[in-house]
Structures are given as C-alpha cells and as structure tokens.
C-alpha cells in the first residue's frame, strides 16, 4: 500500500492565499501522476488540478484556473497545490491521489492512492 500525506489545511479569510502539500514516502513518487481533488460537504468529490510525472504537463478545473497552481519536487517527494485568491466557495476537504495510469485525467476512478485529506476553510 502507497502512503499518501497531505498537510498545510487551515481556516483562512477570503481572499488569502494557502499552500498545500503532499508527499508519499520512498522512491516511487516521481512515477506517479499526481492530482487534487476536493469535497465540500453534501457534493460529491471534484477534481481541482493535475500533474504529469515530470511537472511539464497540468491541468485544473475551470473553478480554480488562474488562481491555483499545482507543481511537484521529485527530489523531495511532494506535489504542491498553491491556492491564491481564496473564496468561500473553495472551503472543502482537499485530498491527493496518485495515478500509475498515462490517462490520468481528472476522473477519480483513475486514481490509484488518496490521502485522508486536509480540511481548508474560506471565512467571508
């Protein structure tokens, strides 16, 4: 089993800036196609961003582009989710995956591990 950690959650006021963090341990993260995804209470889970192996390719729903950036350091095992210009509507549970698959994408099903997710509150 593939140990995914996120951390850097926290309460936050509008328009404040957070970053989060996600490392799984060993030599084995820099095969992974990495991606964020979040829940807000009573919706379903919903992809935010996506990066290939090498960090030249990223992707992120339209709700966050042009606020958010999602960057890895193979070197020290861990994707970063940069969140600028928060809004309220950004509170959820964020959680990290990782892919094994090329396809990758945005669709939950093709992610192989998650984190237990961090909780990130936007005050108005």
Known sequence: QVEVVESGGGLVQ???SLRLSCTIPGRTFSSYRMGWFRQAPGKE????????????????????????????????????????????EDTAVYYCAASRRIDYGSETPKYDYWG???????SS
């Open 45 to 88: 889970r919903e992809f935010v961003a996506a990066i290939s192996v090498n960090g030249a390719v990223t992707t992120y729903a339209d709700s966050v582009k042009g606020r958010f950036t999602i960057s890895r350091d193979n070197a020290k095992n861990t994707v970063y989710l940069q969140m600028n210009s928060l809004k309220p």
């Open 14 to 16: 509008a328009g404040d």
């Open 116 to 122: 237990q997710g961090t909780q990130v509150t936007v």
